[in-house]
């Protein structure tokens, strides 16, 4: 693909930091600036040296950007969008990384330029590590990638910003915004709140237990602890900004867990087994188109 002139990243966290690694690994920008709004930060990712400048103002770093990716916290954009549209020159692309695409919508679109294509994206990738030292160039190897370009967006610019969304390792989807939230409220947020919740349960009997749920904890709970991990920011952030995805599913789930705590009271082994023989091909299926590994533990670390 063609080389953006500059690309403008602001926020320098895992996502931000590893789209810089990663476009600069495949020559997909000739110079690229980065913005923070902590000190602390900025001063960190200069030491690492993905950017080749950095600024405290994100108007600074957006200037004569050709690509603006937004990567703090979700409930940060609308702020961020004051502060960077007059900057914002013609025919740029500004888009982002938010795992919530109605809401960025609903905060960031009424301040962007009619010369300027809004197309918001989402990476699907992520560890639960955060910070401009967690960020490396093949986080988005072989993820997807999603873009929620609103209708009558330029053709040329949705197919760059795809273009460039390949360059960095990802393969690339295209849909409303509407059905990514809801697909990501069942496939990533619901999952998360049931961490928080579990690894948050587990934390008040570990005090009644002196330590021996830490102490004893099998794989699958050492697997809620990763997820439970990650940034509370941009979870928090998420969950405000996707709400009504989120309660529809949770819904959904709790009439389901129901089911299932009727089948364990009332000895129900066939409901149970029938469950977990759907869900088990479920996870050989992720396994089969590339999404995770079959090998032991996952191929995680124990």
């Known amino acids: 693909?063609?080389?953006f002139r500059k690309?403008?990243?602001?926020?320098?966290?895992?996502i931000g930091s590893s789209i810089a690694h990663a476009a600069r690994r495949g020559g997909l920008a000739k110079e690229i600036a980065g913005h923070d709004a902590d000190p602390d930060v900025l001063d960190r990712a200069g030491r690492i040296g993905f950017c080749d400048s950095l600024h405290a103002d994100s108007g600074d770093a957006v200037d004569d950007a050709e690509l603006v990716i937004l990567c703090a916290p979700v409930g940060a954009y609308k702020t961020i969008a004051e502060a960077i549209v007059g900057h914002l020159g013609k025919g740029a692309i500004l888009s982002d990384v938010g795992?919530?695409?109605?809401?960025v919508i609903?905060?960031?679109?009424?301040?962007?330029?009619?010369?300027?294509?809004?197309i918001p994206a989402h990476p699907i990738a992520g560890t639960e590590f955060s910070g401009p030292e967690a960020g490396f160039a093949s986080l988005f190897d072989g993820r997807w990638a999603i873009l929620t370009p609103a209708p009558g967006s330029d053709d040329a610019a949705v197919a760059?910003?795809?273009?460039?969304?390949?360059?960095?390792?990802?393969?690339?989807?295209?849909?409303?915004?509407?059905h990514h939230d809801l697909v990501l409220a069942i496939t990533s947020h619901l999952p998360h709140l049931?961490?928080?919740?579990?690894?948050?349960?587990?934390?008040?009997?570990?005090?009644?237990?002196?330590?021996?749920?830490?102490?004893?904890?099998?794989?699958?709970?050492?697997?809620?602890?990763?997820i439970a991990a990650s940034d509370p920011t941009m979870w928090r952030d998420v969950f405000l900004n996707n709400r009504e995805a989120v309660l529809e599913v949770l819904g959904r789930f709790n009439e389901d867990l129901s089911l299932l705590q009727r089948a364990v009271r009332n000895g129900d082994g066939q409901t149970l087994f029938d469950l977990f023989t759907r869900t088990r091909a479920i996870r050989r299926a992720i396994v089969d188109i590339g999404q995770d590994t079959s090998a032991p533990n996952f191929g995680r670390k124990s």
């Open 194 to 226: 049931i961490a928080y919740n579990i690894v948050g349960t587990a934390h008040d009997l570990e005090q009644v237990t002196e330590g021996e749920v830490i102490k004893y904890s099998a794989s699958g709970f050492r697997d809620f602890t990763r």
């Open 1 to 3: 693909m063609e080389s």
């Open 99 to 103: 795992s919530v695409k109605s809401a």
């Open 160 to 178: 760059r910003l795809k273009a460039f969304w390949q360059g960095l390792g990802s393969q690339v989807d295209v849909m409303d915004a509407a």
């Open 106 to 118: 609903r905060d960031v679109g009424p301040f962007v330029p009619p010369d300027v294509h809004f």
């Open 7 to 14: 690309i403008a990243i602001i926020g320098l966290g895992l």
